[in-house]
């Protein structure tokens, strides 16, 4: 089964840090590419759209790497409230209508004051 | 805009009885998932709907497991008998087009004793 695959962490990094995420997936025919957080016992929420051009949303910032199959997201000024599970998030289908939105296992972020 | 319904919210069995998880997604969406979530993994997908179209269910163990989303709208989750492996939290999803964005109920809890 084709896979997304992230560093599962903990990432513990200092309040006002700057952090930065890697995914990696393996389906080179994936149109769509999401970036989710989920909180502890909540469900996951979007976060972001992750575009060819890259993207940016106020301190998050999503780049996609097509040639090398790969997302990233960058986190600047981390706050404590940043602290989450961060999930990769791919649409596998390559047209045949299977293999539809692929999780990663996440990474998990720890905002330390 | 409401969002996606799931019921109940915690569900407590014992292994081998049945057990019935119920999703009403948001308004106009016609694509519906389900997802397994085991405790530190990311979502693992069960199955995907297209109105009431199954596009793929090759990770439903289909011994135990059941789905149906009979009208396009609401869908069931069924599991018969359960196992021990079943705890998880069943995370129930939607989308208004195949395999963009999704949207997620807040789940339900299930423990298998």
């Known amino acids: 089964r084709k896979e997304v695959e992230q560093d599962p962490g903990p990432f513990n990094v200092p309040e006002g840090a700057t952090v930065a995420f890697n995914c990696t997936y393996s389906?080179?025919?994936?149109?769509?590419f999401f970036w989710y957080r989920q909180d502890c016992r909540k469900e996951p929420k979007l976060l972001m759209s992750v575009y060819s051009s890259g993207n940016e949303d106020g301190r998050f910032t999503a780049q996609l790497n097509r040639a090398s199959q790969y997302i990233s997201l960058l986190i600047r000024d981390s706050k404590l409230s940043d602290s989450a599970t961060y999930l990769c998030v791919v649409n596998m289908n390559s047209g045949g209508g299977a293999d539809g939105l692929t999780f990663g296992k996440g990474t998990h972020l720890i905002i330390q004051p | 805009e409401a969002g996606v319904a799931q019921s109940p919210r915690y569900k407590i069995i014992e292994k081998r009885q049945s057990v019935a998880f119920w999703c009403n997604p948001i308004s106009g969406h016609a694509t519906l998932y389900w997802y397994q979530q085991i405790l530190g993994q990311g979502p693992k997908l069960l199955i995907q709907?297209?109105?009431?179209?199954?596009?793929?269910d090759s990770q439903l163990p289909k011994d135990r497991f059941s789905a149906e989303r009979l009208k396009g709208v609401d869908s069931t989750l069924k599991i018969q008998p359960a196992k021990l492996e079943d705890s998880a939290v069943y995370l129930c999803?939607?989308?208004?087009?195949?395999?963009?964005?999704?949207?997620f109920g807040q789940g339900t809890r299930l423990t298998v004793v």
């Open positions: 389906n080179s025919a994936s149109q769509s």
């Open positions: 999803a939607s989308s208004s087009q195949l395999n963009t964005e999704a949207f």
């Open positions: 709907f297209q109105n009431n179209g199954v596009v793929d």
